[in-house]
């Protein structure tokens, strides 16, 4: 088999809060472990509400965290092999796209200043002419140009185009993994499919795959291959996009999956979701038993280990739906 593009074994991330005594522990990524195949490129929706763990799941991934627990590789190397690691090689391979567009780009400087760097300062060109023609090239397959862009500020687009801006620079290096992190989240809603649709697009024509992280399932039901689905930190379920979707098995994503506009239904607010309450970081049992409507006594003892419904299917849960165990 392929080398696996990326994997994510068994990763946790703690984070303390207040002082070391009396501060307490909030398990913010929970003994998560994912992973993308190199063999074509895909699109991975990272799902779940608020504060659930996206981020920092993706922020280790980035490698601007580093797990407490577990380990990620990218291409078969571990990111604890310090010696192997590669700054720049790593930079070429897996780029970001943040939240933000606005905050991405500063407000003094020119938006394509942004991209000779990327092309001139990762050696993707060796001279000006050439990187004319690679953040062209790159402007172009999101449905811009250099001639529009040039020697314009931030402020002189609109937050879409922007972000197709954003997605033009990270594609410059001709990444083999894009982390797209809420990246429509900021963006008029009349704009957000128009900008996770590109990704479809890009995705076969740069060979790269996309992580594309959001709590907004209206936007990952038209575009994923595969649905990973957080709650509380915890991986609670994985499968291709379509499954999870017409059959979840998870009662949470269930919960969600009814929550999603589908076509021609009104936008609906974003789901909301209870209050969170820190505590539930820190169940030992399953974390979505309290509020779960097929809880029994099993669920709330211990943890439910991963049960794989198939190769490509996993739940975290005692009785999945859908599956004739219920
Ligand atoms: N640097 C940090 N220090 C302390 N707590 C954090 C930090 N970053 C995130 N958290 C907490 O971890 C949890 C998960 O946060 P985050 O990964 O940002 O969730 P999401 O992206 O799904 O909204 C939240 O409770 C958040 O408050
Ligand atoms: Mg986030």
């Given at each position: 088999?392929?080398?696996?593009?990326?994997e994510?074994?068994?990763?946790s991330?703690?984070?303390?809060i207040?002082?070391?005594?009396?501060?307490?522990?909030?398990?913010?990524?929970?003994?998560?472990?994912?992973?993308?195949?190199?063999?074509?490129?895909?699109?991975?929706?990272?799902?779940?509400e608020?504060?659930?763990?996206?981020?920092?799941?993706?922020?280790?991934?980035?490698?601007?965290?580093?797990?407490?627990?577990?380990?990620?590789?990218?291409?078969?190397?571990?990111?604890?092999?310090?010696?192997?690691?590669?700054?720049?090689q790593?930079?070429?391979?897996?780029?970001?796209?943040?939240?933000?567009?606005?905050?991405?780009?500063?407000?003094?400087?020119?938006v394509?200043?942004?991209?000779?760097?990327?092309?001139?300062?990762?050696?993707?060109?060796?001279?000006?002419?050439e990187?004319?023609?690679?953040?062209?090239?790159?402007?172009?397959?999101?449905?811009?140009?250099?001639?529009v862009?040039?020697?314009?500020?931030?402020?002189?687009?609109?937050?879409?185009?922007?972000?197709?801006v954003?997605?033009?620079?990270?594609?410059?290096?001709?990444p083999?993994?894009?982390?797209?992190?809420?990246?429509?989240?900021a963006?008029?809603a009349s704009?957000?499919?128009?900008i996770?649709?590109?990704?479809?697009?890009?995705?076969e024509k740069?060979?790269v795959?996309?992580?594309?992280?959001?709590?907004?399932?209206?936007?990952?039901?038209?575009?994923?291959?595969?649905?990973?689905?957080?709650?509380?930190?915890?991986?609670i379920?994985?499968?291709p996009?379509?499954?999870?979707?017409?059959?979840?098995?998870?009662?949470?994503?269930?919960?969600?999956?009814n929550?999603?506009?589908?076509?021609?239904d009104?936008w609906?607010?974003?789901?909301?979701?209870?209050?969170?309450?820190?505590?539930?970081?820190?169940i030992e049992?399953?974390?979505?038993?309290?509020?779960?409507?097929?809880?029994?006594?099993?669920?709330?003892?211990?943890?439910?280990?991963?049960?794989?419904?198939?190769?490509?299917?996993?739940?975290?849960?005692y009785h999945?739906?859908n599956?004739?165990?219920k």
């Amino acid at each position: 088999m392929a080398e696996k593009l990326l994997e994510i074994k068994n990763v946790s991330k703690i984070f303390r809060i207040g002082g070391m005594i009396r501060g307490k522990k909030l398990v913010a990524v929970d003994d998560v472990s994912l992973s993308i195949d190199s063999d074509k490129p895909v699109i991975l929706s990272i799902v779940g509400e608020s504060g659930c763990g996206k981020s920092t799941l993706c922020k280790m991934v980035l490698r601007l965290h580093q797990p407490d627990m577990g380990d990620i590789t990218l291409l078969g190397r571990s990111y604890k092999d310090k010696k192997g690691y590669d700054p720049k090689q790593f930079r070429l391979d897996v780029q970001p796209i943040f939240q933000n567009p606005y905050e991405s780009f500063s407000a003094r400087k020119t938006v394509d200043s942004y991209l000779y760097n990327t092309a001139l300062r990762l050696g993707i060109a060796k001279n000006r002419a050439e990187a004319d023609q690679k953040v062209d090239e790159a402007l172009k397959s999101v449905g811009m140009s250099l001639a529009v862009v040039k020697g314009k500020y931030p402020t002189q687009f609109s937050g879409g185009e922007l972000q197709r801006v954003s997605i033009a620079r990270a594609l410059i290096t001709q990444p083999k993994l894009i982390i797209a992190d809420e990246p429509v989240a900021a963006i008029d809603a009349s704009m957000k499919m128009n900008i996770v649709n590109l990704f479809k697009d890009l995705k076969e024509k740069y060979n790269v795959s996309f992580i594309y992280i959001t709590h907004d399932l209206s936007t990952a039901y038209y575009v994923s291959d595969y649905i990973a689905t957080l709650y509380r930190g915890c991986l609670i379920e994985y499968g291709p996009a379509k499954e999870i979707m017409d059959e979840p098995a998870h009662p949470y994503t269930e919960l969600l999956m009814n929550a999603v506009p589908r076509v021609g239904d009104k936008w609906k607010e974003d789901l909301v979701m209870p209050d969170m309450e820190d505590k539930e970081f820190s169940i030992e049992y399953c974390k979505f038993a309290p509020r779960c409507p097929y809880a029994t006594d099993e669920c709330r003892k211990e943890r439910p280990k991963e049960t794989y419904l198939s190769d490509e299917r996993k739940v975290l849960c005692y009785h999945p739906l859908n599956n004739g165990s219920k």
